[in-house]
């Protein structure tokens, strides 16, 4: 064997090492001029699922993972049917329909004439550092929504005091007012009084809902009567003609902080005296246990929550009444949670069912 063919043999296994290693770390496809795989690596095969046969053949669509707008797919086929190399990262699909990133370069490879004859592409997979990533990009937008909603918090909590008192004033002088003989108030008179007196109800109600969001504060626990807290709850809420509670007749007893529990019973009854609206209608409250759990279910006749609506009421600020915070149903969740419990809604009847652990360790 002369030198030459020495010179070659050695650039032919330098470049068989090069492959080995690309094989070992990257991930490798060529694709003729109109985007047809022609070959792939074994680590292409690897992260996508797919096997050599299948891949053979085929575009880059049967990895496409429709995360890129249309836009992303024309640019990169305009920059390397141009002759251009195009680099980015591409986040893609595989066969068992999880997703994976790559740092990706595509280069075009050109005959004598100039002209495109086939594509190289070389992956790396990122798809742990784009995990991390976004890990850091929320954890740093929850830290922000954090500090904002405690600056709110604070700011909202001065302005519930603030109004409280003059709210208290208000509804002193009508009452005083209506204790009046009926001779010293016309028709029109007790008319606006009733008015006014409704309006305190809703701001009080609504200043109510803020303050307890607020308060969320550590347990204090205790043996309770659930039964006991639902009459004490009754009391806090102002119970319309049109509208029959139906009490359970049973009672349980539980470890839990008996505030934070009326708070939350109180927010059910006035959510569901709020589906019920004007209608004639009824509220229902029962009550069971376990050996591990005890449940709490409030019902309403209303009309039920809209299924659009559903998904949405547990979030913070979400309302679709005019008089409300988009607090309420936030209290409960959290009041339900401190207690290592569970709280979830059945639709039409309306029933929202409380699963509060009676283990608290």
Not at 40 to 61: A, D, P
Not at 210 to 221: A, K
Request: contains cysteine.
């Amino acid at each position: 064997m002369n030198e030459n063919s020495r010179t070659k043999l050695r650039d032919i296994e330098r470049l068989l090492h090069i492959q080995d290693v690309l094989d070992e770390h990257s991930i490798v496809s060529v694709t003729d001029e109109n985007g047809i795989i022609t070959y792939v690596n074994k680590e292409f095969c690897r992260i996508s699922g797919y096997t050599v046969k299948e891949l053979l053949g085929q575009n880059h669509r049967i990895i496409k993972s429709e995360y890129h707008p249309p836009e992303f797919y024309k640019g990169l086929w305009k920059t390397i049917s141009s002759g251009h190399i195009w680099k980015s990262e591409i986040k893609n699909k595989a066969k068992d329909g999880s997703f994976y990133w790559v740092k990706t370069i595509i280069v075009p490879f050109l005959d004598d004439n100039g002209k495109t004859k086939e594509y190289y592409s070389i992956r790396t997979d990122i798809t742990e550092q784009k995990r991390i990533q976004e890990e850091l990009i929320a954890s740093r937008e929850d830290a922000i929504k954090k500090e904002r909603l405690s600056t709110i918090g604070e700011l909202a909590s001065r302005i519930a005091h603030d109004l409280r008192n003059p709210l208290s004033i208000i509804k002193s002088t009508t009452t005083l007012l209506q204790l009046q003989p009926n001779s010293m108030l016309d028709e029109k008179t007790k008319n606006y009084l009733s008015m006014i007196d409704k309006a305190v109800l809703n701001m009080t109600h609504q200043i109510n809902d803020i303050l307890d969001f607020i308060r969320i504060r550590e347990l204090q626990l205790e043996k309770n009567s659930i039964k006991d807290i639902i009459h004490y709850a009754l009391q806090t809420v102002v119970i319309p003609e049109n509208i029959t509670i139906n009490l359970p007749q049973n009672d349980v007893y539980l470890q839990s902080d008996k505030r934070q529990l009326e708070v939350l019973v109180s927010n059910l009854i006035s959510n569901a005296i709020d589906a019920i609206g004007e209608k004639i209608g009824s509220i229902t409250i029962r009550l069971d246990e376990d050996s591990q759990n005890a449940v709490i279910e409030v019902e309403d006749s209303g009309s039920g929550i809209p299924e659009d609506v559903l998904p949405h009421i547990f979030k913070p600020l979400f309302t679709t009444k005019q008089k409300g915070t988009g607090l309420g149903l936030v209290s409960c969740d959290i009041i339900v949670q401190s207690h290592k419990g569970k709280i979830d809604v059945m639709n039409k009847p309306t029933r929202f069912r409380v699963i509060l652990t009676k283990i608290m360790a």
